[in-house]
């Protein structure tokens, strides 16, 4: 996996897409990670503990879903999702480096957290661009 090198002015931005998104959607917490664990950003309501493990099994989970997916001649599932009683969770690709985890409720509805997340990811990416653009010229 490559480095990533991310300015403070690119953290405030991801954090700041990652906030309207949630406020957007109506989903209550957004991670975005690396795959290898490491949280590059957190929005919402979850204690740090279960933070941390969400985003060490979210990349264990990515990992392994890889694998299944190359089993049927994927390259990877760019999507997932889990739902569960009360919760669900959606996983996304960022880039080729990162995944954004959104989690809501069963009042929430599907398709809005991942009309929002999309808009979310494209923001994103363009932000991760910019840095990188930045990163070479400086």
Known sequence: MADIVLTK?????VDSVLSEMLDRS?????LLIDKSGQIISFQGKM????VASL???TA?????????????G???????????KEENIHFS??????LMITIFNNNTHLGLVRLEVRK??????????????????S
């Not at 264990?60 to 049927?72: K, V």
């Not at 979310?120 to 010229?137: C, D, M, P, Q, Y």
């Open 60 to 72: 264990a989970n990515y990992g392994a879903t890889t694998a299944i997916a190359r089993l049927f």
């Open 47 to 50: 204690d740090a503990e279960k």
């Open 120 to 137: 979310g990811l494209e923001r994103i990416e363009a932000t991760f661009a910019k840095n990188l653009r930045s990163w070479f010229n």
């Open 93 to 98: 690709n960022v880039g080729e480096e990162c």
């Open 26 to 30: 109506g989903a209550h917490t957004a």
């Open 55 to 57: 985003a060490a099994l």
């Open 74 to 84: 994927e390259e990877e599932f760019t999507l997932l999702f889990h739902k569960g």
């Open 9 to 13: 002015q690119t953290l405030d931005e």
